[in-house]
Nanobody
């Protein structure tokens, strides 16, 4: 079992930055690729960013490329999502998730492959 706890969300204005954190416990994080997902009211949960177990590769949804950056430190069992130039359409609950390396090394946007999830942190961007 892997337990994930997100933090760092809040209410910001358009153009501001936030850094989300995901603290993991239960198992060594180097056995998992990690992802950030988000879900806005009335919408399906969507992939935002993913990172391989060793931070060797990353993947982003097109709408956040150039603005968001995912990173990790396995020794600290922590994953981050730095979000710059936030837009109102980024408003959502953001979730951290873990995907076993058994699914493959490269980060993926396939929700069903992520077996552990945090409780989410709210990000609200006002215009």
């Amino acid at each position: 079992q892997v337990q994930l706890v997100e933090s760092g969300g809040g209410l910001v204005q358009a153009g501001d930055s936030l850094r989300l954190s995901c603290a993991a416990s239960g198992r060594p994080l180097n056995g998992y690729g990690m992802g950030w997902f988000r879900q806005a009211p009335g919408k399906e949960r969507e992939f935002v960013a993913g990172i391989s177990w060793n931070a060797g590769s990353t993947k982003y949804v097109d709408s956040v490329k150039g603005r968001f950056a995912i990173s990790r430190d396995n020794a600290k069992s922590t994953v981050w999502l730095l979000m710059n130039n936030l837009k109102p359409e980024d408003t959502a609950v953001y979730y951290c998730a873990a995907r076993s390396v058994g699914w493959g090394i490269e980060p993926k946007d396939v929700i069903r492959e992520y077996e552990y999830w945090g409780q989410g942190t709210q990000v609200t961007v006002s215009s």
